[in-house]
């Protein structure tokens, strides 16, 4: 069956129509919740199901913050603090590596589509092993927070939940063991970091937001309050007057450190945000929005986080392969969108812009739109003898247009690996076939 967006409410009102199901919901919970929601529930988490009576009442109280109450304190009144900005931050990062040189010996080793299809799987090899020697004890991947108009300005690492969901949902397409090793170990991380009832938040002194919550989410499906929807009624109340979805998720006794860019509506959240809830009455006027934009060629600009149109491109068909039939109007659209961001030497941008472009097409069914040989061979032959791809940037805030602080870029090898990780994995396939 499809899930049901708000999945607990729709328990209650089953168990309050059909006594059989509410008795095995009251003796059995893990089982019945399973069976009823098509889905499994992470195996560490406990369920318990309460029935109150006329004589009976249950008080459910929220689980203690993983934070102390001068940690909560901090994170308020340090949110326009340098000083506090250093605490989210990591060891200063290494200067930007130079792209590897182009090779035109790359298609004479792999001059057929099977040569190229076992060339392309060594490529993945490699580069999983260059992200196995990245990624935290913890499971947390890591971005880079650099300056895109000063170079001098120094380059921290940065390792926040959403750079994890985002790397793991890429690096979901890979069924080598190790990358489902540390996908594990990634999803172990999110659980660690999730806050209830099941939102997250970029930095300690940012409001959560809309983008973090629902990568996560999609990531770590089978937790209890996310499988149940505990944090559905917060996303929705998150929308403004036309329907569409907000990034930031404000609390009343939170600074309003957002105040200057928080009505906007993101393309690329509210694509993130209808891949998680799926195609709902709820979601209706966010994929209208969002196919409207495209349609009409207004793509271009139109998001604060993401700079680059495949970007947005990307996470339009990964909510349309994640929640069909949601943004089916856009299928052919979107195609050849795509298609037209090419140069004039028929390539997609950087490396990282192309990996995004062939994934986006592989989620929407339109792989054989483009030369798999070419894509495939230019990943490889972009790939650094350590197996990482080169650092491009990945989102952040271009200008000041959106604030008083701007031109904050986010990026790393770590972050692109993934990606053309993924690419390579949806080439290999149609190469093969």
Request: proline share 6%; hydrophobic share 40%; aromatic share 6%.
């Amino acid at each position: 069956m499809k899930k049901p967006v708000d999945a607990a409410n729709f328990l209650v009102s089953r168990a309050a129509e059909d006594s059989e199901f509410r008795e095995r919901l009251l003796a059995r919970p893990r089982e019945t919740i399973e069976k009823e929601l098509g889905a499994s529930l992470a195996g560490d988490h406990e369920i318990q199901v309460h029935e109150e009576s006329s004589t009976t009442t249950h008080l459910v109280l929220p689980p203690r913050d993983r934070r102390t109450g001068a940690e909560r304190e901090a994170a308020k009144t340090g949110a326009a603090s340098l000083e506090f900005l250093r605490k989210t931050l990591h060891d200063p990062a290494p200067p930007l590596r130079p792209p590897v040189p182009k090779r035109p010996e790359a298609r004479k080793k792999a001059a057929t589509a099977e040569e190229l299809a076992g060339a392309g799987r060594e490529s993945i090899r490699r580069g999983l092993a260059f992200l196995e020697s990245t990624i935290d004890e913890n499971g947390a991947w890591h971005c880079i927070r650099f300056n895109v108009a000063d170079p001098d300005i120094p380059r921290h690492y940065e390792r926040p939940p959403f750079i994890t969901a985002l790397c793991v949902l890429a690096l979901e397409s890979c069924d080598d063991a190790r990358a489902r090793a540390m996908c594990d170990a990634s999803r172990a991380y999110l659980v660690d970091t999730i806050e209830y009832p099941g939102l997250w938040r970029y930095y300690r002194h940012l409001p959560q937001d809309l983008d973090s919550t629902t990568l996560c989410s999609l990531v770590i499906g089978a937790h209890p309050w996310i499988l149940l929807g505990r944090n559905v009624p917060q996303i929705l109340a998150n929308r403004d007057e036309e329907g569409r979805f907000m990034t930031w998720v404000l609390a009343e006794d939170e600074p309003n450190v957002v105040s200057r860019f928080r009505l906007e509506a993101d393309p690329v959240v509210n694509a993130n945000v209808i891949a998680y809830l799926g195609d709902c009455p709820e979601t209706g006027p966010a994929q209208r929005w969002l196919e409207d934009l495209v349609i009409e060629g207004g793509v271009e600009d139109s998001s604060k986080w993401y700079p680059d149109t495949v970007a947005i491109y990307y996470a339009t068909a990964r909510a349309m392969s994640r929640a069909q039939p949601a943004l089916d109007r856009l299928r052919p659209v979107l195609g050849e969108r795509i298609l037209a961001l090419r140069d004039g030497e028929g390539e997609f941008g950087n490396i990282l812009q192309a990996a995004q472009a062939v994934s986006a097409l592989c989620s929407i069914g339109s792989i054989e739109t483009v030369d798999a040989k070419r894509a495939a061979e230019r990943l490889i032959s972009t790939q650094h003898e350590d197996g990482s791809w080169p650092e491009f940037l990945a989102f952040g805030d271009q200008s000041l247009k959106w604030g008083t602080v701007g031109q904050i870029g986010h990026g790393s090898e770590a972050v692109t690996s993934a990606f053309c990780i993924e690419a390579l994995e949806c080439l290999v396939e149609f190469l093969r076939v």
